[in-house]
């Protein structure tokens, strides 16, 4: 089968150099050399020429005729035709004398371009006048003369002085559609930039190419079928933008770049404020987290830290990058659930033979700066296509100037491009997101289209790829290969690849450390070609760019945390609960007041569920203890704890009493039993904020606003109660106390400050862990997961975050219409009470909110908590209100 061009049109940008634009073309007849009058009907083509800014291009009508291609810097002479012809009918000819041109697609045939020797060539123009066109198409010449540098920038005057003459044509607008702005931009598609107009207007985006290339003379795009936009970097620079639409729609998606940044934003900023424009409210911050639970595949994750890397399928220069992960091509059979069978994630691929990496050190060592461990690059357009040749030879075509590889170079054999991968000095190749695709199904490992690419050393013609002999097919090898990648052999150290190519690991000192230092000019920020004004500079340094590849962009600044493997997502025993309640909760139509308890006169501050699920203890600003029964629904204790306010209340295991935080900084004693305070002990030199309790290590730790966490313990020895015997530490921070949590093996306690910041201190000694700065405001509420590797923080800036302990990354932030005032995590479930008196439930498994009630209460809800058997929810509020609540 040979891959024939079925269109109207065989035309493409791709058949002109990389970055060439096309302006216009002109209905033409092509004359032959040896053309007589008896020949002249049989070989004359009818047909259009093309003015582009490095070549004349003329497209027969004939499609089985090829394109004759002319470099204009090929050209001697171009002029008008000054001679005469019986079977010419007019003087509007226009004579071009070469040295060289090409034919391409001879036969309809993609196959490598015929480059042919000197020759003249007629082309008679049958409606365009020669004298409008001769001016233009001399000027692109005398442009081609010059050197590189200058003749882009010739072109580059060029181009402006004729787009500078088009404006957005009003007609495609209807009655009521107002221009918000219009501007300049390229439509951008892999290997090809094509400028024009955009406009946008109050329902539409239009984008109105220069030439008439495109399928369409003005490309629509609906506000309302927007679904997703992309701020990217093209070339370094960051003036891309790409548009997602809805599937259905006519233009599911268009990549476009901008002059400039300021273009860039301005366009963007303009969309944003279109009252049409509804954007999925993909909470991006979420992935890693869902990644992290296992709801979303390490294929899709991957994806995604592309695209936040800003590769793209649209650019080839920063096209998606995914890692080798299968190491054995060459056994008969493979065991996937032998780890010896996987290429080591931790280290990148120049790495990964100890005898190279030795050379390559070596030659790093006696290197001048700036330093490079590899000359060459994971990921540019060469390797894309080197991968993808078989499926697009055209775009090959187009990158090597019009001829495919030397079959012996080209992708013949999975194996031995592995084994190139490992042991050869300059190939540090990683895959693309092709090999793990399972829609596609390995078509392009396969040669349908029949190209002929050659014949191999060996005398073997070029066709399919070789795969393992463990892979039945091309779709077998994808799936398991897919297979492989979904593993939990390659889930447990993928977050290090991804330290390597997206996070810390990058570039800096720990690049050098991971041996991945590539050459600086692939990263950002290490060339700023805006501000180059020394042409040939700036043109060597984007030709470097576009062959050499560029690094992602730096998604991650500290390490990512590694996904969970075979770890259960509910650890406690009360959370392994009832599949009817959690399945109630993960399918909540309304959440209903099942009790209403206002007792209290002021604030209710603090408040817990009793073990057992009948009751609610709860304290309050009014300075009164108060404990309600479920079961009865009534109040059934109330007592006067002083006279300042009581922030907080905690049970005592195996006795009836409860220890009771006041803004008197005293801890006091309450026995429940007897109905008084039997002890107290001034525990603070400011009030205290909030207390903890550690179950299995029976330690009390208690916070204040003197900016300490006060340590007790021994505190129920024998049934003995003695605050003023306990105190074990005291640890100091930079700002008052407010909120505290111990982990669920009670080997950490976290702290929550007024100022923003997170200590993690370890339970043994107290010795401080981690420290994080992460909020930029108070933080008001803090909860470990119950696997305690990660932090629920909630603050002031109206921010929740889930934090990854090991690290201090936020794998997922959300930010709320109000302040988080309270917070508690169960198993799957956590449950926010925010300042303006809203309720927000969320499965932060799937990371996704089950409910929310804006106005659960009047006033700011200060206090919740969950029951043991996660049936009911309390809320403890300002508007002096106790609340508790239902799924329904």
Not at 248 to 273: A, G, T
Not at 320 to 326: D, E, H, S
Not at 361 to 386: A, Q
Not at 458 to 474: Q, R, T
Request: hydrophobic content about 35%.
């Amino acid at each position: 089968m040979i891959e024939k061009l079925i269109v109207s049109s065989r035309f493409s940008l791709l058949l002109l150099d990389p970055g060439e634009i096309y302006f216009e073309d002109f209905s033409a007849v092509l004359i032959p050399p040896d053309i007589t009058p008896k020949t002249f009907d049989i070989k004359k083509q009818d047909g259009r020429l093309k003015m582009c800014s490095k070549s004349l291009v003329f497209d027969p009508k004939d499609i089985y005729k090829p394109i004759i291609k002319i470099p204009l810097k090929d050209c001697v002479v171009i002029e008008q035709w000054k001679g005469h012809a019986k079977y010419l009918t007019n003087n509007n000819v226009l004579i071009v004398n070469c040295r060289e041109y090409i034919e391409m697609l001879e036969g309809n045939i993609v196959a490598p371009y015929k480059f042919r020797e000197a020759t003249n060539f007629l082309f008679q123009l049958n409606y365009a006048n020669i004298m409008n066109c001769l001016p233009q198409i001399c000027q692109l010449h005398r442009a081609s003369t010059l050197p590189a540098a200058e003749q882009a920038d010739m072109i580059a005057t060029i181009v402006h002085s004729r787009h500078a003459r088009v404006s957005f044509d009003p007609l495609w607008l209807d009655l009521y559609e107002k221009v918000v702005l219009e501007t300049e931009a390229d439509k951008v598609t892999p290997l090809v930039v094509n400028p024009g107009r955009l406009l946008l207007s109050t329902s539409r985006l239009f984008f109105q190419p220069y030439n008439n290339v495109e399928s369409v003379p003005v490309i629509k795009i609906e506000l309302n079928s927007i679904k997703r936009m992309v701020k990217r970097r093209f070339l370094l620079r960051h003036i891309g933008l790409e548009i997602y639409c809805s599937e259905n729609s006519s233009n599911p998606h268009i990549y476009l770049s901008f002059r400039s940044q300021e273009k860039r934003d301005h366009l963007y900023e303009n969309l944003l404020n279109q009252p049409v424009l509804k954007l999925e409210e993909l909470d991006q911050d979420m992935m890693t987290l869902q990644w992290q639970n296992g709801i979303i595949s390490n294929y899709d994750y991957l994806q995604y830290i592309n695209s936040l890397g800003d590769r793209t399928i649209n650019d080839l220069t920063q096209y998606p990058i995914f890692p080798w992960i299968v190491s054995n091509y060459t056994d008969p059979e493979l065991d996937f659930k032998d780890p010896r069978n996987y290429r080591d994630l931790s280290k990148p691929v120049g790495a990964l033979d100890e005898v190279r990496l030795l050379r390559l050190l070596e030659r790093y060592e006696e290197m001048s700066h700036p330093k490079f461990m590899y000359g060459s690059h994971y990921s540019t357009p060469g390797f894309v296509l080197f991968y993808l040749a078989r499926l697009y030879p055209r775009y090959v075509l187009c990158l090597q100037s019009g001829r495919f590889d030397h079959p012996d170079r080209m992708f013949n054999s999975v194996a031995d491009v592995y084994k190139n991968c490992q042991t050869n000095m300059s190939d540090f190749k990683e895959l693309i997101p092709e090999f793990y695709d399972v829609t596609q199904e390995g078509n392009f490992l396969v040669n349908n289209l029949g190209i002929n690419f050659g014949y191999r050393h060996n005398g073997l013609k070029v066709g399919d790829v070789e795969l393992p002999s463990w892979a039945d097919s091309p779709k077998d090898f994808i799936r398991k290969l897919r297979d492989a990648l979904e593993s939990d052999i390659v889930s447990q150290g993928l977050h290090q690849w991804i330290d390597l190519i997206f996070g810390y690991k990058q570039q800096g000192e720990e690049a050098v450390k991971a041996n991945n230092l590539f050459y600086h000019l692939c990263y950002e920020g290490n060339v700023d070609l805006g501000n180059i004004q020394d042409l040939n500079q700036r043109h060597a340094l984007e030709v470097q760019i576009m062959e050499f590849g560029q690094i992602p962009k730096q998604v991650f600044k500290v390490p990512h945390p590694a996904r969970k493997i075979g770890l259960p997502l509910l650890t406690e025993p009360h959370q392994i609960s009832l599949t009817e309640t959690e399945d109630l909760w993960k399918n909540i139509s309304n959440l209903e007041v099942v009790s209403t308890f206002n007792t209290h006169k002021n604030t209710v501050s603090h408040l817990f569920i009793s073990d057992d699920g009948t009751r609610v203890t709860s304290v309050g600003h009014d300075s009164k203890l108060k404990v309600f029964s479920l079961e009865q629904n009534r109040q059934t204790r109330s007592a006067n704890i002083g006279n300042m306010p009581l922030s907080s209340c905690i049970q005592m295991p195996n006795v009836n009493v409860l220890v009771i935080g006041s803004w008197d900084n005293q801890i006091l004693l309450y026995d429940l039993d007897y109905g008084k305070v039997t002890e107290s002990v001034l525990a603070h030199e400011d009030a205290i904020t909030c207390m903890c309790w550690g179950k299995k290590s029976n330690i009390l730790v208690s916070g204040s606003g003197d900016c300490t966490v006060k340590i007790w313990k021994g505190l129920n020895n024998n049934g003995i109660i003695k605050p003023i015997q306990c105190l074990q530490k005291q640890i100091d921070h930079n700002s008052h106390v407010n909120c505290l949590d111990f982990d669920s093996d009670n080997k950490h306690l976290a702290v929550g400050t007024e100022d923003g910041e997170v200590y993690i201190w370890k339970t043994n000694e107290f010795t401080l862990y981690k420290k994080y700065a992460i909020h930029s405001s108070s933080i008001t509420a803090i909860n470990y997961s119950p696997d305690g590797l990660k932090l629920a923080l909630g603050g002031k800036n109206k921010t929740l975050q889930i934090v990854d302990v090991e690290t201090g990354l936020p794998v997922f932030t959300k930010t709320l219409k109000s302040a988080i005032s309270c917070m508690k995590w169960v198993g799957f479930l956590i449950v926010l009470g925010c300042e303006d008196g809203s309720l927000f439930i969320w499965d932060i498994v799937e990371v996704r909110l089950l409910y929310e009630i804006s106005k659960a209460h009047s006033g700011a809800i200060k206090t919740v908590d969950i029951s043991p058997d996660n049936a009911v929810i309390v809320t403890g509020s300002e508007d002096r209100l106790i609340k508790v609540w239902k799924p329904k």
